[in-house]
């Protein structure tokens, strides 16, 4: 599996792009905001002669969402994401409003939810195990490549012992502490994690920091 990060918007967002021989891809956490970034994202999947067969959130966030509209009518594909996040569905504009930015367009619905142990495939056999990861939001999935040993964490945990808040609706600091706990770390401490904002690290060194 081949993979490419870029960081968009305001807020320093990591949105990722997987793909293998077969030239079909993932899209996870389209976080898009300005025109140029739409174009930067557009024009790399036109260059590598990508096929968008998913897009992906690790949760409903705005900062992760800016461009999931973009993407969907661009390449006609679901939004995907946990039902625990409906309640962003209808509030992210206002949330955004709150950080004194403002949305562009019309925020995004999600088409498709995707459950606990679901199994996203694409390509040439290459398959992401959705995991329900809540606390940092009620909707907060990662993705998980068993082959190649990555994670797509979203804001559930970060390089250098952080994680995301959990002061915004839906989010509780024991809950996300507990999903950690019990099912991230419980993934190869070899695993590396990508996560949605900041550098990656690997499952082993977060358990340093997190004395686990």
């Not at 009620?138 to 808040?165: I, P, T």
């Amino acid at each position: 599996m081949e993979l490419q990060c870029f960081e968009f918007n305001p807020i320093a967002e990591n949105t990722y792009i997987l793909w293998d021989d077969s030239k079909e891809c993932v899209i996870i956490d389209a976080g898009c905001f300005f025109p140029d970034e739409y174009e930067t994202l557009r024009r790399f999947v036109e260059a590598k002669e990508l096929t968008v067969k998913h897009l992906l959130c690790t949760h409903f966030h705005f900062d992760h969402v800016f461009g999931a509209r973009f993407v969907k009518e661009e390449w006609n594909v679901p939004v995907e994401g946990h039902s625990g996040d409906a309640w962003w569905e209808t509030n992210n504009a206002s949330v955004c409003a709150s950080f004194g930015i403002r949305f562009r367009g019309e925020p995004p619905t999600i088409d498709k939810y995707l459950a606990d142990g679901d199994t996203i495939t694409f390509g040439n056999g290459t398959s992401l195990q959705c995991i329900h990861l809540p606390g940092h939001s009620k909707g907060g999935m990662v993705f998980y490549d068993k082959e190649d040993g990555v994670v797509f964490v979203g804001d559930s945990l970060f390089a250098g012992g952080g994680m995301g808040r959990t002061d915004l609706h839906g989010g509780d600091y024991e809950e996300l502490m507990t999903s950690l706990r019990s099912r991230l770390f419980s993934l190869p401490d070899s695993t590396i994690i990508y996560p949605g904002h900041g550098p990656t690290s690997t499952l082993r060194t977060e358990r340093w920091y997190h004395n686990l």
